[in-house]
């Protein structure tokens, strides 16, 4: 089994930045994929961005150029930067792991940019 724990979420300012980060955690391949997603009230989940055990990423276009998604092999977790958030980025924000077929979530939290 994976676990993921994410943290990092909270309110803040339109223009401001908050970091995220994921810890994953259990009987972790290397060969995997990690990525995060969002599910504001009322809308589906959607994808935020990815990234592969080699560091190759994938970023929905509403967040390219303000969004960095990274990942520390070493300590099995993934980051995400989020610079100019804006109140259509508030969300929640979920933590997904996918190897050998399977996909794992974390619990999600909220980010939230309002004035």
């Known amino acids: 089994q994976v676990q993921l724990v994410e943290s990092g979420g909270g309110l803040v300012q339109p223009g401001g930045s908050l970091r995220l980060s994921c810890a994953a955690s259990?009987?972790?391949?290397?060969?995997?994929?990690m990525g995060w997603y969002r599910q504001a009230p009322g809308k589906q989940r959607e994808l935020v961005a990815l990234?592969?055990?080699?560091?190759?990423?994938f970023y929905a276009d509403s967040v390219k150029g303000r969004f960095t998604i990274s990942r520390d092999n070493a300590k099995n977790t993934v980051y995400l930067q989020m610079n100019s958030l804006t109140p259509e980025d508030t969300a929640v924000y979920y933590c997904n792991l996918k190897q050998r077929l399977q996909a794992y979530w974390g619990q999600g939290t909220q980010v939230t940019a309002s004035s």
């Open positions: 990234i592969g055990g080699g560091g190759g990423t």
């Open positions: 259990g009987n972790i391949f290397s060969d995997n994929s």
